[in-house]
């Protein structure tokens, strides 16, 4: 089993519409977790870390469920320029080594 | 402005030729990763240091080695580089295993 799982997509969405994305984890003990943007052909950036309570950013809103071992991140009022790859990174229990899940595509559509 | 930077952006080396990538950090951080990523898919950890302690994923082939001579360097030396080898390499570092990381904007490799 995967550290980590994404579905892929592709989401196509109108702009303005809301959007989620979810992401599982196999390790019970990850302490960390983050949401992380990458636009084509560049770098990965991160969007945003992931509290246990849950936590928000403008018209982001990111969610951990431990007893599930998901995170979610909810985008509101989707804008063209969040057409990107969201990466979820979920860390290996203690240690200093993070895993990727495999991304999901948005394409945000006029 | 601190960052992270590697260089070459762009890499063409010939296959079984070997290459260096390089990475340089102005963040003082104590961990700096090196991960492999490949057209959609994510990216794949190959190795991390922290400070001095180098440490191998179970799955990195040894053709992949890396050196830290310092806290500001790594470098990931590709022995015999083959077509299969060829990727966007990304160096990272992170304060700790709590907070993100920071990724230099990458190495994309072709194997000719």
């Known amino acids: 089993r995967k550290e980590v799982e994404q579905d892929p997509g592709p989401f196509n969405v109108p702009e303005g519409a809301t959007v989620a994305f979810n992401c599982t984890y196999s390790?019970?003990?990850?302490?960390?977790f983050f949401w992380y943007r990458q636009d084509c052909r560049k770098e990965p950036k991160l969007l945003m870390s992931?509290?246990?309570s849950g936590n928000e950013d403008g018209r982001f809103t990111a969610q951990l469920n431990r007893a599930s071992q998901y995170i979610s991140l909810l985008i509101r009022d989707s804008k063209l320029s969040d057409s990107a790859t969201y990466l979820c990174?979920?860390?290996?229990?203690?240690?200093?080594?993070?895993?990727f899940g495999t991304g999901t595509s948005l394409t945000v559509i006029p | 402005d601190a960052m992270v930077i590697q260089n070459p952006r762009y890499q063409v080396t010939q296959f079984g030729k070997p290459v260096t990538l390089s990475c340089s950090q102005t963040?003082?951080?104590?961990?700096m990763y090196w991960y492999q990523q490949k057209s959609s898919q994510a990216p794949k950890l190959l190795f991390h240091?922290?400070?001095?302690?180098?440490?191998n994923e179970a799955d990195t082939p040894d053709n992949f080695q890396s050196r830290r001579p310092n806290t500001s360097f790594c470098f990931l030396d590709i022995r015999s580089p083959g077509l299969g080898d060829a990727a966007m390499y990304l160096c990272?570092?992170?304060?700790?295993?709590?907070?993100?990381?920071?990724f230099g904007s990458g190495t994309r490799l072709t194997v000719v």
């Open positions: 990272a570092t992170s304060r700790s295993a709590n907070y993100g990381y920071t």
């Open positions: 390790n019970s003990a990850s302490q960390s």
């Open positions: 992931v509290y246990s």
């Open positions: 990174v979920v860390n290996r229990n203690t240690g200093n080594q993070f895993y």
């Open positions: 963040l003082n951080h104590n961990v």
């Open positions: 240091y922290y400070d001095k302690d180098f440490n």
